[in-house]
């Protein structure tokens, strides 16, 4: 990992039914050289191809791609786990990819990225739980703040599919709820 | 990452013993597989047990061949399917058969096979092109457990559905159902596809060259493996096979961060077949 002086080393963003949509509001809205990577599990169909990172790409200043397994994270960079794929981040700074069984009935899983992020990241990190129809990403939520990270739920009460900040929400206990137009501006100014 | 920020240090000290001792114990080596993939399995089985540290575990794992033989099925991912990845089936029928077609005889190593649906895939394929009766399949892996299933090819009925969409968009030429005999809740594979398939132990981390391969087919295992390890199994690729002959790997899997990509040249580089260079 890159040795940097800021006080975040990286954002995980997780999101299910309604996600696209939500993701489409919030990454047109990061800085260009935004000077942390961004690593986005989003519920999506084992058999999508690549239109999803082709059209958010277009959206945003970031480049957004899809996750290669040992590429290592660069800062301004959005990375898409792969479909059917977990997506994990190594200590070093570098991604892997896993075929094991679905948690959550996922795969990819925001558990495991969340996880996995937290055990390379600790306080350096923010997790980001987003509209969804399941309880994906609580326990992930969970153990970023418990490493000392930086937890924020998009609001339930406005969100396209309540449930997965809901629940993010009362088991993770997390800094901040907000609406999602406010997370990309308050990215900028965090970061 | 600076090292006084490392956090669970102790949990990543915790997991090198672990690995030193089951290699010392039991010759398994998972030393060079991935490290949050490793922890995540290691904490599954944990959270499991009635086991409070990484330490205990060791211990138990020492002692109990039993708690081992467990832990192991821990480490090993069995997720496969007939036909997994349809596209990459229908190019080896339609790019990879045709050159094979011209040896007289033709050897293919399928390392990593698992509970062996995908080296019936190939002989499927391989019957249809009228190839199979000059083929001799190798499938191997280092899961006993994982290697008696792929014997006995007995799959559970409810999968039968999407193997045989997963044919179809393959390419096959028959009907699916012409490949099994279903009996309750399972399908069994006929077992003329099994003839020409030796299914034996391997491990890619400890043992050594199969020779003279005119292909060779893993396919996500090496994600699970650290970028040194996979070098290291690539070369073993690499010595397996015949100037010309194929390697097959799994849809995020490449050579592009490989040491030995100079090696081989890319067949078909969006399905990641690539053949040795003569």
């Known amino acids: 990992m890159k040795l940097n002086s800021l006080k975040y080393g990286a954002v995980v963003i997780g999101t299910s039914?309604?996600?696209?949509?939500?993701?489409?509001?919030?990454?047109?809205?990061?800085?260009?050289?935004?000077?942390?990577?961004?690593?986005?599990?989003?519920?999506?169909?084992?058999?999508?191809?690549?239109?999803?990172?082709?059209?958010?790409?277009?959206?945003?200043?970031?480049?957004?791609?899809?996750?290669?397994?040992?590429?290592?994270?660069?800062?301004?960079?959005?990375?898409?786990?792969?479909p059917d794929y977990h997506l994990l981040i190594e200590e070093d700074g570098s991604l892997s990819l896993s075929n094991c069984e679905k948690i959550n009935y996922s795969r990819p899983s925001i558990d495991v990225l969340f996880e996995t992020a937290s055990w390379s990241f600790g306080e350096k990190l923010i997790g980001i739980v987003m509209t969804g129809a399941n309880w994906d990403g609580s326990a992930g939520l969970k153990t970023i703040k418990e490493n000392g990270g930086f937890a924020i739920c998009e609001n339930p009460q406005t969100a396209a599919v309540p449930r997965m900040p809901e629940s993010a929400i009362d088991l993770a206990k997390p800094d901040l709820v907000l609406e999602l137009n406010e997370i990309g501006p308050y990215l900028n100014r965090l970061i | 990452?600076?090292?006084?920020?490392?956090?669970?240090?102790?949990?990543?000290?915790?997991?090198?013993?672990?690995?030193?001792?089951i290699f010392l114990k039991y010759g398994y080596d998972f030393r060079d597989y991935g490290k949050a993939h490793a922890k995540r399995r290691i904490l599954h089985r944990l959270g499991l047990s009635d086991l409070k540290t990484i330490s205990d575990l060791?211990?138990?794992?020492?002692?109990?061949?039993?708690?081992?033989?467990?832990?192991?099925?821990?480490?090993?991912?069995?997720?496969?399917?007939?036909?997994?990845?349809?596209?990459?089936?229908?190019?080896?029928?339609?790019?990879?058969?045709?050159?094979?077609?011209?040896y007289p005889f033709f050897k293919a190593w399928h390392a990593g096979c698992s509970t062996g649906e995908e080296v019936y895939s190939l002989a499927i394929l391989l019957y249809e092109e009228e190839l199979l009766s000059r083929a001799q399949l190798y499938?191997?892996?280092?899961?006993?457990?994982?290697?008696?299933?792929?014997?006995?090819?007995?799959?559970?009925?409810?999968?039968?559905?999407?193997y045989t969409r997963n044919y179809i968009k393959a390419g096959g030429k028959s009907s699916f159902a012409n490949y099994y005999n279903a009996r309750y809740d399972s399908a069994i594979i006929d077992k003329s596809l099994k003839k020409n398939i030796v299914f034996s132990d391997h491990n890619l981390v400890t043992d050594s060259v199969f020779g003279e391969m005119h292909m060779v087919m893993c396919r996500n295992t090496l994600i699970y493996f650290s970028k040194e390890l996979q070098d290291r199994v690539i070369k073993l690729f690499y010595d397996s096979l015949i100037p010309g002959g194929f390697l097959c790997l799994g849809s995020k899997e490449s050579l592009t961060f490989s040491v030995h990509r100079e090696?081989?040249?890319?067949?078909?580089?969006?399905?990641?077949?690539?053949?040795?260079?003569?």
């Open chain 1, 17 to 82: 039914a309604g996600g696209l949509d939500a993701l489409s509001e919030v990454l047109p809205n990061l800085r260009k050289e935004f000077p942390i990577p961004i690593i986005v599990v989003l519920h999506i169909s084992p058999s999508s191809d690549s239109y999803l990172t082709e059209y958010l790409n277009n959206m945003c200043e970031l480049l957004v791609k899809e996750a290669t397994e040992k590429e290592v994270l660069e800062p301004g960079v959005v990375y898409f786990a792969p």
């Open chain 2, 1 to 21: 990452m600076q090292k006084e920020q490392k956090i669970n240090s102790t949990e990543n000290i915790e997991i090198q013993l672990l690995f030193e001792g």
């Open chain 2, 139 to 162: 499938a191997t892996d280092f899961n006993h457990i994982a290697l008696a299933k792929a014997k006995d090819a007995i799959y559970p009925i409810g999968n039968l559905k999407e």
């Open chain 2, 263 to 278: 090696l081989f040249e890319p067949f078909n580089q969006k399905l990641k077949i690539f053949r040795k260079k003569y």
């Open chain 2, 58 to 102: 060791q211990s138990k794992v020492l002692h109990d061949e039993s708690f081992f033989q467990l832990f192991l099925q821990d480490l090993s991912i069995n997720t496969t399917e007939m036909f997994r990845d349809p596209d990459f089936f229908k190019e080896i029928r339609e790019g990879v058969i045709p050159i094979l077609k011209t």
